[in-house]
């Protein structure tokens, strides 16, 4: 291995797909692995976001394209895949990212188990927890095959602990996620194919309608951290770095928490 600080973070040659890059974190995370010298396939099911953040990274120099993608229609994630082996023979890395929210938490009677719709309950279930197996199925072979990848889920510190913030159905899709990863990692892992995780606390991003920008909501976001703040989108990106690059090689199945120590109280 190449344990030069360029050797261990560049990405240059790879090829990664990020979904719900269209806005917030994803879209961080793919200037963050264009930057790094991948080429970024940004995949959002907003495809006119998703073209905005392709052109603001080929009009800095890097290497993108854009992709509409709804991770939570059976195959629409395995047909993304099979057109970027199509194009580039090779994927890399993948961030299974896109995520909505599940409305308020049980803080408020709104969020409480009485409130709980069946529809919003599925919904959000199909995004965050289906959307992000559907993502894993279709990189998986591929990656085995090459001997080499990097897999990661963006879970949250909302999946490791009790959060009045946030809806049951959020919390229990990231719980979710977590050991999805899990069980993937033990089967990826003999291949050198490393699946972890990244699990956020509150970042400013437009998740939930943009609820953390109105300052009553992020003061009580930013209490359920020990940094009592919410983070810049920005915030993310050495982590995903890490779980994206050769600097992670003996790293499978671990929960790399980016939340200002909201999971450790
Ligand atoms: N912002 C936070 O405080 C926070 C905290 C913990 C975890 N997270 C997680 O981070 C991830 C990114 O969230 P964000 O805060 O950047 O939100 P965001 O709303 O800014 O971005 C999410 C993106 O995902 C896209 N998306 C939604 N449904 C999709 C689908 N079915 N298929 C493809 N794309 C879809 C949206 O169009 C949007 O562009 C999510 O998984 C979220 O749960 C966010």
Redesign the pocket.
């Known amino acids: 291995m190449d344990d030069t600080i360029t050797g261990l973070f560049g990405l240059s040659g790879r090829v990664a797909f990020v979904?719900?890059a269209?806005?917030?974190?994803?879209r961080v995370i793919a200037e963050t692995l264009a930057g790094a010298g991948a080429h970024v396939v940004v995949?959002?099911?907003?495809g006119a976001?998703a073209e905005v953040s392709a052109d603001g990274l080929r009009q800095r120099g890097l290497s993108a394209e854009a992709l509409a993608?709804?991770?939570?229609e059976t195959g629409a994630c395995d047909d993304a895949v099979g057109g970027i082996l199509k194009a580039h023979g090779r994927l890399d890395i993948a961030f299974a990212?896109?995520?909505?929210s599940g409305g308020p938490g049980p803080g408020v009677s709104e969020g409480m188990l009485a409130a709980i719709s069946r529809e919003r309950w599925a919904s959000v279930l199909d995004?965050?927890l289906t959307?992000v197996a559907e993502t894993l199925r279709a990189v998986a072979e591929p990656m085995k095959a090459q001997g080499r990848g990097r897999i990661v889920a963006?879970a949250?510190?909302?999946g490791m602990r009790s959060d009045p913030m946030v809806s049951y159905a959020y919390a229990a899709a990231k719980a979710g996620v977590i050991n999805l990863v899990r069980q993937a990692a033990a089967e990826l892992a003999p291949h050198n194919v490393m699946a972890n995780v990244l699990a956020?606390?509150?970042?400013l991003?437009?998740?939930g309608k943009g609820r953390?920008h109105d300052p009553t909501v992020a003061a009580c976001f930013a209490e359920t951290t020990m940094a009592g703040r919410v983070a810049a989108p920005n915030e993310i990106a050495g982590a995903a770095l890490l779980l994206a690059s050769d600097a992670s090689s003996f790293m499978a199945g671990s929960i790399l928490a980016v939340d200002g120590g909201a999971s450790a109280w």
């Open positions: 979904t719900g269209g806005s917030g974190l994803g995949a959002d099911l907003d976001a993608l709804d991770v939570s990212n896109a995520g909505i995004v965050n959307g963006v949250s510190a909302s956020p606390g509150p970042f991003t437009s998740i953390l």
